[in-house]
């Protein structure tokens, strides 16, 4: 069976803190791939990141960096020197090679205050 | 940049009455998805469409939800009647094809609220 978990419920920090959203998957494929979604409050989910399973490489992009371990099944999220406008619930998410059905996690939410 | 449009933005009805939700993929994008989002959890699979036949029903509550996608362009995802527990963000997405994970491009969802 496929899951995701992320533990963190809810984080709050100071604005220019870094913060870490943590992610663990679960999965008997050897093929699959990870995302992290942001769900600001008008609803709609913004794409992140895609990460195949071949693919281990972090990854930095801006202010937001990626850490993929597989011999952990871990995918975390880091935001550095946070801003207000990072504040929204963060989704991370999982599918199969051959099937598309997307599997999330509970979701982090995430509160930068000024 | 092409969007994937979703139409009411919010809906309130009454319990036992039928609501119907739309979607607009991007255009070209052969597979769509609808999700449901109940507050505080992450999105979870209806119903996914390729072109304008259903792959993958298997999460969908036959007896009161349907879904279609008959031209393999729009879709409309239907409850009746609706229940307290339907109370819900619903969420369309597309991609260009099955398995490509390139483009998988969410809409803003349509905000369902049952009195």
């Known amino acids: 069976a496929q899951k995701v978990t992320q533990a963190q419920t809810e984080i709050s920090v100071v604005e220019k803190e870094d913060v870490t959203l943590d992610c663990v998957y679960e999965?008997?494929?050897?093929?699959?791939?990870l995302f992290w979604y942001k769900q600001p409050p008008s609803g709609e989910l913004v794409f992140l990141i895609r990460?195949?399973?071949?693919?281990?490489q972090n990854e930095i992009s801006g202010r937001y960096s990626w850490n993929f371990q597989k011999s952990t099944s871990s995918f975390n999220f880091t935001i550095t020197a946070s801003q207000v406008v990072d504040s929204a619930v963060y989704f991370c998410?999982?599918?199969?090679?051959?099937?598309?059905?997307?599997?999330f996690g509970a979701g982090t939410r995430l509160t930068v205050k000024p | 940049e092409a969007e994937v449009a979703q139409s009411p933005r919010y809906k309130i009805t009454e319990k036992s009455q039928a609501v119907a939700f739309w979607c607009d993929p991007i255009?070209?994008?052969?597979?769509l998805y609808w999700y449901r989002q109940i507050l505080g959890q992450g999105p979870e699979l209806l119903v996914q469409?390729?072109?304008?036949?259903?792959?993958?029903d298997s999460q969908l509550p036959k007896d009161r939800f349907s879904a279609e996608r008959l031209k393999g362009v729009d879709s409309t995802l239907k409850i009746q009647p609706a229940e307290l527990g339907d109370s819900a963000m619903y969420l369309c997405?597309?991609?260009?094809?099955?398995?490509?994970?390139?483009?998988?491009?969410f809409g803003s969802g349509t905000r369902l609220t049952v009195v």
């Open positions: 997405a597309s991609s260009p094809k099955s398995r490509d994970r390139d483009g998988y491009t």
């Open positions: 999965t008997r494929d050897t093929t699959y791939y």
């Open positions: 990460r195949n399973s071949f693919d281990e």
């Open positions: 998410a999982l599918t199969m090679y051959n099937n598309n059905d997307m599997r």
């Open positions: 255009s070209g994008h052969a597979t």
């Open positions: 469409f390729q072109d304008e036949s259903v792959v993958d």
